[in-house]
């Protein structure tokens, strides 16, 4: 359908949408989509300029989608060939704020995959008998650090793998820079890219009507409110000069409202031609400086996530503009206002996707939510959160690129962003920044080049939101990065999956530090304040290991035995996966199962003069280790063949002592050990005996193939990657934080799928 249609829809009688109020000739491309057909592409890429309205177009046809919102709008009354079949919902993943990585976890979890990469999901999708339903809104939006450009890793991850799956029916809202990419590798029937600045999907009646509905609920004194004529007419021109862009026309209804004087249809100077000059015509209408009225907005311009905290915009301006801006911003909200909006509020733009407003009583609030997938991560209610913090932001992305473009030194800005945030650190203490500074200071020094120098600090590590931290830091090249930064980033997978609070995520740094030979960075943690749960003794690189114990050396094989600089590797039998053990070291006579490698009972791991070791069971002819005997003369241990490494267990350091000297912890040591623990495959919770509360929670990224726990809380930890002793600090009848859940997914907590489903 082309342009010219529209009018002929209009004179057939049939009612427009009350949500978008036109778009009839995209509709029918959409509902012949939906309906499949014939000759219908299977993938349509939705596209144009920032305010052009694709969100609130996308938005107005998944009502239609969705069996629930389908009985709340006119459908006898609209043109039938706009109105998708009554078909269960499809799928809507909202990737704003997502990455690409979550994104694809929502994908997983609404279609019960079992995969987590977008080729084994697309794989698993391929082999469905029955076509699935995608609708992936607002990729424009995606990401937690606007400088990372998730955008197009969600086209080259997600989009792209989807689109060239045959059994899916794609639907996606895709920056112009993007589209062209995302169709290139597909066939021309396949894929059809609808741009709305296209006169063929052009909609002047449709943006005319808009003109008027905004207007009608302006003040009735003004006779372009009340009065229809005068409103035609005005609304004629605006649409006119706004050149089919509904956020120009938007911008221009506001400013209009708060200030009448001097405009008229006779007039189009008077009248913004696109969002920039809607800017600066408000400005100049107020008796200001256009220029300052973009320098007060650039904070937000700049904001990340959910929004700016109203106290932090003073001092970011003043940065931003090199002076004082304070008065500016106390006479100067009437400048601003017809640009901003609270953050939290569940009223996003008019022109893309935003509030129902004008046309339908304002109904459609919980469909724009749902029918986009909900709010994003983070970017929930925060206006409210955090002690009643209020959070602004602007109204729309698109006034931002137009403030970002118009400044002459974009890295310098944030530059001086970055160091007025740090400024408002009290006393460079993390746990009294705001929670603005502490997880939104990476994404600024991102965009300003300088986020190597910032990760240095082990406190920042622990206290930021990891998700937004990770996507900053894997934005910058490898080879730039320090050493603690690149710990983080290997730890972060860890972070966001366990959802962990900053005082765990200070706990799984501490020993990733240790682990990557940066002690000074696991004592300064120590230093900072967190509860910490244990502190880590040592940690050795050894592959291979495929149990742990713990034990002594008597006193005479201790004075004998000095720390060797010996190889990697070992250790000797260990908890069953899944197993509850009792004082912490492995098996013993309660279980029914004899402690291996020839070890027997000896006193307790306290005895005087004796030395507290660790042992691991480690591949014959690992450097340094000894294979041990078993009773009939073989090599084996109660059946597992290899060999034995003795570790001091205090310190850093291999034993050159015999490992059948070795003593493992008496009964009575055993039945006063104050601590147990049971682990899977992935994660280990030492509980007090007294009380049973969990006094730590440990998780790993790699499986765990053995673990021990000696009578002084000595925690030793096997996995693919090592070995690691941690000494678990808490009181043994202290009560603690409940454990935090681990999971599998690498991605934030979602919202789920937003409720439309397929």
């Not at 209009?10 to 978008?20: D, E, Q, R, V």
């Not at 060939?81 to 799928?91: E, I, K």
């Not at 402690?595 to 005895?607: C, D, E, H, L, Y």
Request: hydrophobic share 40%; proline share 10%.
């Amino acid at each position: 359908m082309s342009a010219s249609d529209e009018g002929i829809a209009g004179a057939s009688g049939y009612a427009p949408h009350p949500y978008i109020g036109g778009r009839t000739s995209v509709l029918r491309a959409l509902a012949a989509w939906r309906m499949r057909w014939p000759g219908a592409p299977r993938v349509i890429v939705l596209t144009g300029s920032p305010g052009s309205g694709r969100s609130r177009l996308l938005t107005g046809f998944l009502m239609m989608c969705d069996p629930r919102f389908r009985k709340q709008l006119p459908l006898d009354a609209m043109d039938p060939a706009t109105v998708p079949p009554d078909l269960p919902a499809p799928a809507v993943p909202s990737p704003e704020g997502r990455t690409a990585a979550q994104l694809l976890g929502l994908l997983a979890d609404h279609f019960g995959l079992g995969a987590a990469r977008s080729d084994d999901i697309c794989t698993e999708l391929a082999a469905r008998e029955e076509p699935v339903t995608i609708v992936v809104p607002d990729v424009d939006r995606a990401g937690p650090v606007r400088a990372a450009d998730e955008p197009a890793r969600v086209v080259r991850d997600v989009l792209k793998p989807l689109a060239a799956t045959t059994t899916v029916q794609l639907l996606a809202d895709v920056p112009r820079s993007l589209a062209t990419e995302l169709v290139a590798a597909l066939p021309s029937g396949q894929v059809r890219i609808i741009d709305l600045d296209d006169p063929e999907w052009a909609d002047p009646e449709g943006l005319v009507r808009h003109a008027e509905a905004a207007l009608t609920l302006g003040p009735p004194e003004l006779p372009f409110c009340a009065d229809p004529s005068a409103r035609r007419a005005l609304a004629e021109a605006m649409a006119e000069r706004a050149n089919g862009n509904r956020l120009t026309l938007q911008l221009a209804v506001q400013s209009l409202v708060m200030r009448p004087e001097g405009v008229g249809p006779a007039d189009p100077s008077m009248l913004p031609g696109s969002i920039g000059e809607a800017l600066d015509l408000h400005a100049r209408r107020l008796g200001a400086d256009p220029q300052t009225l973009r320098l007060m907005l650039a904070p937000l311009a700049f904001a990340e996530g959910a929004g700016l905290p109203v106290h932090l915009w003073g001092a970011l301006a003043d940065a931003v503009a090199g002076r004082d801006m304070s008065r500016d911003l106390a006479d100067g909200m009437p400048l601003a206002a017809p640009f901003l909006q609270p953050a939290g509020s569940p009223e996003r733009d008019e022109a893309d996707g935003g509030k129902a407003g004008e046309e339908n009583g304002g109904k459609t609030d919980e469909a724009t939510d749902e029918a986009t997938g909900g709010k994003a991560d983070g970017a929930t209610d925060e206006a409210t959160a955090d002690g009643g913090r209020t959070l602004l932001r602007l109204l729309h992305p698109g006034i931002a690129e137009e403030i970002r473009a118009g400044l002459p030194d974009v890295p310098g800005a944030q530059t001086r962003i970055a160091m007025a945030l740090l400024d408002a650190v009290p006393q460079q203490d993390w746990s009294r920044a705001d929670p603005y500074i502490r997880d939104h200071l990476a994404a600024h020094t991102l965009d300003a080049g300088l986020l190597p120098q910032l990760l240095t600090d082990p406190g920042l590590f622990a206290h930021a939101d990891p998700v937004a931290m990770r996507a900053a830091i894997e934005a910058v090249p490898l080879d730039r990065l320090g050493a603690p930064a690149r710990t983080y980033l290997r730890t972060a997978p860890l972070l966001t999956r366990s959802q962990a609070g900053a005082g765990l995520r200070a706990a799984f740094l501490e020993s990733a530090f240790v682990e990557d030979g940066l002690a000074p960075y696991a004592e300064a943690l120590h230093r900072l304040g967190f509860p910490l749960p244990w502190r880590t003794l040592w940690s050795v690189p050894l592959t291979g290991v495929r149990a742990v114990t713990t034990g002594t050396l008597p006193p005479a094989d201790a004075d004998g035995a000095p720390a060797a600089a010996a190889a990697p590797d070992g250790t000797t039998s260990a908890a069953e996966a899944g197993a509850e053990t009792e004082g912490g070291v492995g098996p013993g006579p309660a279980s029914g199962v004899e402690t291996g490698g020839g070890i027997r009972p000896g006193p307790a791991s306290g005895a005087p003069d004796s030395r507290p070791v660790a042992t691991f069971v480690v591949p014959e002819g690992t450097p340094g280790s000894r294979t041990v005997p078993g009773p009939d003369g073989d090599a084996s241990a109660d059946g597992v063949t290899g060999a034995l490494l003795v570790h001091d267990l205090l310190r850093p350091g291999y034993v050159d002592a015999d490992p059948a000297r070795v003593r493992p912890p008496s009964e009575e040591a055993r039945a006063a050990a104050p601590f147990a623990f049971r682990h899977d495959t992935d994660s280990l919770q030492v509980r007090a005996r007294a009380n049973r509360e969990v006094v730590a929670t440990l998780a790993s990224d790699t499986p765990i193939t053995g673990a021990a726990l000696s009578p002084d809380g000595v925690l030793v930890v096997a996995t693919a990657r090592g070995v690691t002793a941690r000494q678990i600090l808490a009181a043994p009848d202290a009560a603690t934080e409940p454990a935090q859940r681990t999971g599998a997914a690498d991605s934030a907590a979602s919202d789920g799928l937003g409720g439309h489903h397929s």
